[in-house]
């Protein structure tokens, strides 16, 4: 094998967080799904993915490829098995996809029955709903860490902490954790290069943080967590996903959520993770256009990218808001808040796609990126696509 490909079996499923990434590039862990494999395997990798989205995700063609299904998270018995895989052979678990092994550049699930059928009756995981996230979280930070600390020493941990677990604790250089607590006793804690944990933060593993991210002052963070890279998170979070670039830097509680990159939530912005009658939680699906049942006690917010809240906002369990929506005022917004909205629970209108942009422009010029045209041509498929949830009263 020469490289992996990732498809989108999943990518309706696993919308807002979709709309502007494939589904292999979703953080679960301390990596992305497509880091995961490719550092396993020691191979490059590309996407098949939705046209609109190709352009900054391009497929690479190749002679000899593994193409694996995007959610697809590895583990010892899966990858001995896909690399096991003979030149036109598919791997399925009864009627789901799982791999293939094909020197066909133009491949796709409407292809499988011209490769020869492996089965496979093993269990797996595999992110498919938003959810997925942060519940296969904990496990994923285990399974990371120790694929990028095996061999390496920690650069060590500053005297003005308290440390429980230390073994289970791995800092890359340039990362600044003083006067923080952390317990490492129920999994591990990953910093990364040049992350800051601040004072009297308080840290239970599993726990990660990314590049350049950031934890604020008095921060109290329960695993299993991942604060992406360029992240800056504050106040209180519980089993919560940051896919990157986004900032939760005040008080406030988060709890069994996965935030898209580009986001903010205002100071003192809270979620239900819990509903009263501690019922099953539903949660919009783009692909039914209904809520569905997740299975879970407890699931809270899912943001898309460049969504922002203000000050104090409240959101309700199960709360799927959408690409570059913009949420303010008192009360609690709807369960679905649709992309490019503006409002609150007193109602919302549309956000218009030129001043959305503009929006983005700013934030993308903080960190040094520049807003191209491949973003903008994104973010109006996008804007197009969705069109249908902004009929608003």
Known sequence: MKSIVFIDTSHTNLLPLTYTRPVSELRVGILTIAEKWAQRLNLPFSNITQPYLQAKFPHTPGEDQ???AGGLLPDEELLKTV?????NEVLMRGETFIAART????????????????PYSSDFSEVCY????????GQEIINDFELLTKGRKSAGIDGTNRVAGKENVFIEDEATVRFATINAERGPVYIGTGAEIMENSVIRGPFAILPGGVVKMGAKIYGPTTIGPVCKVGGEVNNSVFQGYSNKGHDGFLGNSVIGEWCNLGADTNNSNLKNNYAEVRVWNYQKELFIQTGLQFCGLIMGDHSKCGINTMFNTGTVVGVSANIFGSGFPRNLVPSFSWGGAGGFAEFKMEKALEVVERVYDRRGKKLDQIEIDILTHIYEQTAKYRKFQ
């Not at 690399?83 to 030149?87: C, E, G, H, P, T």
């Open 103 to 118: 020197g066909n550049d133009k491949f796709s699930l409407d292809s499988l029955s011209n490769y020869k059928t492996i």
């Open 130 to 137: 938003p959810w997925n996230i942060f519940s296969f979280n």
């Open 83 to 87: 690399q096991s895989l003979k030149m």
């Open 66 to 68: 593994l193409v694996l």
